[in-house]
């Protein structure tokens, strides 16, 4: 799977460098094939969200997870989605939590040699979203924070 992830790093750095186009692009065509800046960490999240589609299902992890890189606070953000029917409680999110950081370790130890990378969980923000009980908990340094 790290050679599909390599390839969208090469096909995006491609692209971006060649399709250069003026900044004054006003048809879809032009906006789409016009360059813009990009770091490593915008591709990194792509190479997480993919991992996590793929192999979620494989390791019983079935939640939509959004994968971002925050380029103020220059870190990956993780947030994934309750289930629209559950009301969950804090545990039972927490719960969740964990099965997610566990897929995590197995996705950190892909990613970071093919990107020459050395993040770990602290480098990550993760977040647990339920909107029918207005419940949002984070995961940072090491433990967990109520919103």
Not at 46 to 64: A, Q, R, V
Not at 71 to 81: G, P, S
Not at 137 to 146: E, L, P, R
Request: net charge negative; proline share 3%.
């Amino acid at each position: 799977m790290s050679k599909i992830c390599n390839m969208m790093v090469v096909a995006t750095l491609v692209f971006g460098i060649c399709a250069a186009l003026p900044a004054n692009a006003s048809t879809a065509e032009e906006q789409l094939a016009s360059t813009a800046p990009i770091m490593k960490g915008h591709i990194v999240a792509l190479c997480f969200s993919d991992y996590i589609s793929t192999l979620g299902p494989k390791m019983e992890w079935d939640k939509p997870v959004l994968v971002a890189f925050n380029e103020k606070e220059l870190h990956l953000a993780f947030v994934i989605f309750s289930d629209r029917d559950r009301r969950e409680t804090i545990d039972e999110a927490k719960k969740e939590m964990d099965r997610f950081r566990n897929l995590l370790v197995d996705i950190l130890s892909m990613v970071n040699p093919s990107f020459g990378l050395s993040l770990h969980e602290n480098d990550l923000a993760i977040s647990y979203l339920n909107e029918n009980v207005n419940l949002g908990i984070q995961f940072k340094d090491g433990a967990y924070v109520i919103e």
